[in-house]
């Protein structure tokens, strides 16, 4: 599903007015006990294995959350607790930090099932973006198609989230995709390794594996969540179809019987295992989503499983 890159105005995202907020509150509480997780240490920045998110005296306080069973009593903040009979924990600002950065995939084919996927990609996103901000990580988020659209960074505490809900809810799919493209631009825009997660469903006509390998060699950590509606993997259609591709409009007409239909499953199941692949071999980690399973049960489910949250 490439296409050829138009000029800037053709290869802008699209907004629109903000919608109903993606995140409710009660869950935004729940992931205040997570923390976005990283293998590796990169020279000269906090990092490593994430091993303590408060910082000693001396250092600048920045914010509060919640107090979670296990959490470190030394950063109570026992003035407020005897104001307001509940706990809460000081957070202060460590400098500089490991870079996070997410990829949304914002091309023609994440509007597939009635638009499922795309608005499943963007509530991972500010669920990530949430734990990440209550950390005091700083988070960028870039839209993705055949080119990186114009990205949000945030960083500074949880009450810096309401700018990043208007922002992913204002995003829209469109375009077709091209990971070599996106690729490029990114390591010659983003000189400083980082933590690299990619929310995609990952489908390039071109192929996405190389240039997912460039950006591993270029020195990112990868977290790749690829995600997909359930008639992306097991297509419900038997007969004679007209298929239109979601991205470039093109037609093919195909006879589809039950043995075709356990094919294209062992390929997409195929194609996900290569991915995985891809990221365990180069000390990442790989997450397989699919939209008919509570956000909720991905987020302290698979993505703690697979230890992209602690």
Same mark, same amino acid.
């Given at each position: 599903?490439?296409?050829?890159?138009?000029?800037?105005?053709?290869?802008?995202?699209?907004?629109?007015?903000?919608?109903?907020?993606?995140?409710?509150?009660?869950? +935004?509480?729940?992931?205040?006990r997570l923390t976005?997780?990283?293998?590796?240490?990169?020279?000269?920045?906090?990092?490593?294995? #994430?091993?303590?998110?408060?910082?000693?005296?001396?250092?600048?306080?920045?914010?509060?959350?919640?107090f979670?069973?296990?959490?470190?009593?030394r950063?109570?903040?026992?003035?407020?607790?005897l104001?307001?009979?509940?706990?809460?924990l000081k957070?202060f600002?460590i400098?500089?930090?490991?870079?996070?950065?997410?990829?949304?995939?914002?091309?023609?084919?994440?509007?597939?099932? #009635?638009?499922?996927?795309?608005?499943?990609?963007?509530?991972?996103?500010?669920?990530?973006?949430?734990?990440?901000?209550?950390?005091?990580?700083?988070?960028s988020?870039?839209?993705?198609?055949?080119?990186?659209?114009?990205g949000?960074?945030?960083?500074?505490?949880?009450h810096?989230?309401?700018?990043?809900?208007n922002? +992913?809810?204002?995003?829209?799919?469109?375009?077709?995709?091209?990971?070599?493209?996106?690729?490029?631009?990114?390591?010659? #825009?983003?000189?400083?390794?980082?933590?690299?997660?990619?929310i995609?469903d990952?489908?390039?006509?071109?192929?996405?594996?190389?240039?997912?390998?460039?950006?591993?060699?270029?020195?990112?950590?990868?977290?790749?969540?690829? +995600?997909?509606?359930?008639?992306?993997?097991?297509?419900?259609?038997?007969?004679?179809?007209?298929?239109?591709?979601?991205?470039?409009?093109h037609?093919?007409?195909?006879?589809?019987?039950?043995?075709?239909?356990?094919?294209?499953?062992?390929?997409?199941?195929?194609?996900?295992?290569?991915?995985?692949?891809?990221?365990?071999? #180069?000390?990442?980690?790989?997450?397989?989503?699919s939209?008919?399973?509570?956000?909720?049960?991905?987020?302290?489910?698979?993505?703690?499983?697979?230890?992209?949250?602690?």
């Open positions: 599903m490439p296409g050829s890159a138009g000029s800037p105005k053709e290869r802008s995202h699209k907004f629109s007015a903000t919608q109903a907020p993606l995140l409710d509150r009660q869950f +935004l509480e729940k992931l205040e976005i997780h990283w293998q590796r240490s990169f020279p000269g920045l906090v990092g490593g294995h #994430n091993v303590s998110r408060f910082a000693g005296g001396g250092q600048e306080f920045l914010d509060h959350r919640h979670h069973h296990g959490d470190d009593l950063a109570v903040n026992w003035r407020a607790y104001r307001l009979d509940k706990l809460f957070m600002q400098e500089p930090r490991v870079p996070v950065r997410l990829l949304v995939d914002t091309s023609g084919s994440m509007a597939a099932a #009635n638009g499922n996927k795309f608005d499943y990609a963007r509530k991972l996103a500010a669920a990530l973006c949430y734990v990440g901000l209550v950390r005091l990580d700083t988070i988020i870039h839209p993705f198609s055949t080119h990186l659209g114009e949000k960074q945030c960083g500074g505490g949880r810096r989230f309401s700018p990043v809900m922002y +992913l809810g204002a995003l829209e799919s469109e375009g077709p995709t091209d990971f070599m493209a996106v690729s490029r631009e990114f390591i010659s #825009n983003f000189a400083q390794r980082g933590l690299l997660i990619v995609s990952f489908l390039d006509d071109a192929s996405c594996e190389k240039p997912i390998q460039f950006l591993s060699d270029f020195g990112h950590e990868l977290c790749l969540i690829q +995600l997909w509606a359930e008639e992306d993997r097991v297509p419900p259609w038997t007969g004679e179809l007209d298929l239109v591709d979601g991205e470039t409009g037609e093919l007409r195909l006879q589809v019987d039950e043995p075709a239909q356990i094919r294209y499953t062992e390929a997409f199941d195929r194609f996900s295992a290569s991915l995985q692949d891809l990221a365990q071999r #180069n000390g990442g980690r790989y997450v397989g989503v939209t008919s399973m509570a956000i909720e049960d991905i987020v302290f489910g698979a993505l703690v499983r697979a230890r992209s949250l602690a």
